[in-house]
């Protein structure tokens, strides 16, 4: 195990500084912070809690509109969201609501606070939810909390989805993902591990068996942007680079000396670490446009690690015969050009949407409900939980119409 790999770089509050910054809210009547939260996780309300030491009660409004709070505390693009709506900043600047988030999440994992319980299901259909990343997780949590008996089926040894296996441990620990899927299964969700849908078991099965099916596993499938020399030896997909590193916490992933990263969002980022981190002396992120689309946050992070990040230059093609060597790129002005020598090379440029038959099959079925990256072709993990709560309001309202 690489322990710099697996080790949380965020830094967190302690309850002094968590009081002090929650003293800061000018507590406004709109609440412009909460407008601007995808997942209704209603920062005005928490805040206040925290203002008055009452964290259980932080946690708990948290938790109530977002059981993927935990996480979203940590990687959400906040200053794009709820600190950037945040009206202090016209003063001096935002609450830092995300790491009031994060000290709440903090208050509930370390008191061993179980704020949602197991509840009996009340209505006779069950629901199936293929997937377990942060839309199905948020679509089950509501379904169970409406009465419904939710079974989750996931094709991977750990829940989770992309939280598990996409983000980089320095970045989102296992633990607070754990925690996020312990507050589901402990609504009474049941989920299947180890249990691909179309393999171990059919669709056709899910549904017989169940009143409505819930697709929510996401994309996994690298985008082709048609870069010659994607094809040799050394160019790797940014999330099987990912996936692999995550899963064996580092030991399961040469690097090599020298890195480039084509794509500058939050994904070239953690791919731009982990190669970093996992030992890489060399490593360059390349980005087509003069804006940097990743979160700040991040950006500063990998720049603090030594990283170039280089922008304005579109890379042309990967230089090599059999084993990749290199990248070159040209300049949006027309006349520069760099060349960057690279054993390896990540794409980090998007994913596209599966083609394992599911989109094909959610269309043609009416009792059978997609959201998520599946649906959007990738978004943000806040995004995808408030997709999975509209679209568990959909199916209540479908399977209300049969009881």
């Not at 009452?54 to 409004?61: D, L, P, R, S, T």
């Not at 069950?126 to 996931?154: D, Q, R, W």
Request: proline share 3%.
């Amino acid at each position: 195990m690489n322990n710099v790999y697996t080790t949380c770089h965020s830094s967190e509050y302690d309850i002094r500084l968590a009081m002090e910054e929650a003293s800061r809210c000018l507590l406004c009547y709109d609440a412009p912070c909460s407008k601007a939260c995808p997942a209704e996780t209603k920062p005005d309300q928490f805040i206040r809690a925290i203002r008055f030491r009452n964290f259980k009660g932080a946690a708990e409004i948290i938790r109530e509109a977002n059981v993927c709070g935990g996480s979203c505390g940590v990687v959400c693009p906040a200053g794009k969201l709820c600190e950037g709506a945040c009206l202090r900043k016209e003063i001096d600047k935002p609450i830092e609501i995300r790491k009031l988030q994060q000290f709440a999440v903090r208050q509930e994992m370390n008191h061993g606070m179980q704020i949602l319980t197991n509840l009996s299901a009340t209505k006779k259909a069950k629901v199936a939810c293929i997937g377990s990343g942060p839309a199905s997780l948020a679509c089950a949590a509501k379904l169970a909390k409406s009465g419904y008996t939710v079974e989750i089926f996931e094709a991977n040894a750990k829940a989770g989805g992309m939280l598990s296996y996409g983000i980089p441990p320095a970045r989102l620990s296992q633990e607070i993902v754990d925690w996020d899927i312990k507050t589901v299964t402990n609504l009474g969700v049941k989920i299947h591990l180890n249990t691909r849908v179309g393999t171990d078991v059919s669709f056709t099965e899910l549904e017989s068996k169940f009143a409505a099916v819930f697709v929510g596993c996401g994309l996994w499938q690298g985008r082709d942007i048609g870069l010659a020399g994607v094809e040799l030896e050394g160019v790797i997909d940014a999330v099987d680079f990912l996936v692999a590193a995550r899963a064996s916490l580092g030991a399961g992933v040469q690097v090599a000396k020298n890195v480039v990263i084509i794509g500058a969002g939050d994904t070239g980022m953690d791919c731009a670490a982990t190669a970093k981190l996992l030992g890489a002396e060399n490593v360059t992120v390349i980005c087509n446009q003069e804006e940097i689309p990743a979160y700040h946050e991040e950006l500063e992070y990998v720049q603090r690690m030594g990283i170039t990040v280089v922008t304005k230059y579109q890379p042309q093609r990967v230089i090599g015969t059999n084993i990749a060597e290199g990248v070159f790129s040209t300049h949006q002005d027309g006349y520069s050009e760099l060349k960057l020598k690279a054993e390896q090379v990540i794409l980090a440029v998007g994913q596209i949407k599966r083609e394992d038959g599911l989109p094909a099959v959610v269309a043609a079925n009416g009792k059978v409900f997609a959201a998520g990256d599946v649906v959007n072709g990738g978004s943000t993990v806040v995004e995808a939980v408030k997709q999975g709560k509209l679209m568990a309001a959909t199916i209540i309202e479908f399977l209300a119409k049969g009881e």
